[in-house]
C-alpha cells in the first residue's frame, strides 16, 4: 500500500474522520473518474495547483469538477499577481505529489505551511465529496464538515473563495 495513502487514513481515524474508500485503476482526470462509472455518492472534486506569477507563492485550488477555474478573475479576487498552473516539480516539492493524484490530503506533506488553500464556496452545500488519498487509484468520501476539520488541522490559510 502507498504510504502517503496509509498516512492518510492513520491521520482521518486520528481526527475520528468517517470516510468510505472506494478503490480503482489509476486515472489522472475527472473524466477518467466519471468513465469509471463507479457508484460514488457526492461531489467530486477538482485541485489545482498554482502559483503567482514569481512563483514565491503558491495556492491549492479546490473546486466542485463542474466548474471552470477562471485565473485572472481569481488573482483579482484574492489580490495576487496573474496566477498559472504549478510545474511538475514545484508540485512534488510542496505537496510530495505528482500529476494525477493532486488532492487536499497532500497538505500532510506541506511541513512550512506555506501553501494557501483556496476552496470553492460552493462545496460546503454539497455535503460529501470525494479526493484522491494521495494517490489516483482510490477515492474517498467525507463530509464536507470533517473535510474542514481536515483542512483546520492541517495549519494552512485557508480562504474561501468565488469560482
Not at 468517517?18 to 485541485?47: F, M, P, S, W
Not at 467525507?142 to 469560482?163: A, C, M
Request: glycine share 6%; hydrophobic share 35%; charged share 30%.
Amino acid at each position: 500500500m502507498n504510504k502517503g495513502r496509509e498516512k492518510i487514513y492513520s491521520i482521518l481515524d486520528e481526527l475520528n474522520i468517517k470516510y468510505i474508500k472506494h478503490d480503482h485503476e489509476a486515472v489522472y482526470t475527472i473524466e477518467e473518474v466519471n468513465n469509471l462509472q463507479l457508484d460514488i455518492e457526492g461531489q467530486h472534486c477538482k485541485n489545482l495547483f498554482l502559483r503567482n506569477r514569481k512563483g514565491n507563492i503558491h495556492y491549492l485550488l479546490i473546486l466542485c469538477d463542474e466548474k471552470m477555474a477562471d485565473l485572472k478573475a481569481l488573482a483579482k479576487e484574492i489580490g495576487s499577481t496573474p496566477l498559472s498552473m504549478a510545474s511538475e516539480e514545484r508540485l512534488y516539492k510542496h505537496l510530495g505529489l505528482t500529476p494525477g493524484s493532486v488532492t487536499p490530503f497532500g497538505l500532510i506533506n506541506d511541513y512550512d505551511k506555506k501553501i494557501k488553500v483556496l476552496l470553492d464556496k460552493d462545496l460546503k452545500h454539497d455535503g460529501k465529496i470525494n479526493f484522491h488519498p494521495n494517490t489516483n487509484t482510490a477515492t474517498l468520501t467525507i463530509d464536507y464538515e470533517d473535510f474542514y476539520k481536515f483542512l483546520k488541522w492541517s495549519g494552512n490559510e485557508i480562504r474561501e473563495v468565488t469560482v
